[in-house]
T-cell receptor, first 116, second 115 residues
């Protein structure tokens, strides 16, 4: 399968600071990238969908000003958690899809964010 | 009706048995179906894809698709404790608001294989 690299894998930050998470597709062009959040023992929750060069589409209840998504190229999308608070602590996962090549999506390794 | 539905489980099977995981979807026009496996604390990994009615086999895994019934399943033969994970069904829905073509996940079924 295709490779999607997500960085960092773990991050601890202080409350009020911002954290940027990168998601890169290493061997294919990601026309669409998805960002998920997952709390312990819960299912994946889609936060937003981004198409290269377009503004992200956020799911209901997800604050676009708090979770900034940039998908400026076909191989890179970033999620920035702004003014992080302890309740933002979660497992954040990206996935990438190339609708031209196939329809499956491949996941990054995930980022475990802890806000103290 | 939710777009993609799975029984959350947990589904418990003894080692060596067949585990059967089921998924239903709402959009009759959907054409692409996937099964992902997620171990605790890890991100999901793709294990099977199926596009046509019938069975598709890959090692100990068999995906079954019935578009008329809007039903897709995953069978795991000779289940092993290492198969214990959450299995996510995913469907490309053709009619999902303004996001046609996006992959929509079910909430997953937790499988536990007992030694």
């Amino acid at each position: 399968g295709a490779v999607v690299s997500q960085h960092p894998s773990r991050v601890i930050c202080k409350s009020g600071t911002s954290v940027k998470i990168e998601c890169r597709s290493l061997d294919f062009q990601a026309t669409t990238m998805f960002w998920y959040r997952q709390f312990p023992k819960q299912s994946l929750m889609l936060m937003a969908t981004s198409n290269e060069g377009s503004k992200a589409t956020y799911e209901q209840g997800v604050e676009k000003d708090k979770f900034l998504i940039n998908h400026a190229s076909l191989t890179l999308s970033t999620l920035t958690v702004t003014s992080a608070h302890p309740e933002d602590s979660s497992f954040y996962i990206c996935s990438a899809q190339n609708r031209g090549r196939g329809t499956e999506a491949f996941f990054g390794q995930g980022t475990r964010l802890t806000v103290v | 009706q939710k777009e993609v539905e799975q029984n959350s489980g947990p589904l418990s099977v003894p080692e060596g048995a067949i585990a059967s995981l089921n998924c239903t979807y709402s959009d009759r026009g959907s054409q692409s179906f996937f099964w992902y496996r997620q171990y605790s604390g890890k991100s999901p990994e793709l294990i099977m894809s199926i596009y046509s009615n019938g069975d598709k086999e890959d090692g100990r895994f068999t995906a079954q698709l019935n578009k008329a019934s809007q039903y897709v399943s995953l069978l795991i033969r000779d289940s092993q404790p290492s198969d214990s994970a959450t299995y996510l069904c995913a469907v490309i829905l053709m009619n999902y608001g303004g996001s046609q073509g996006n992959l929509i996940f079910g909430k997953g079924t937790k499988l536990s294989v007992k030694p």
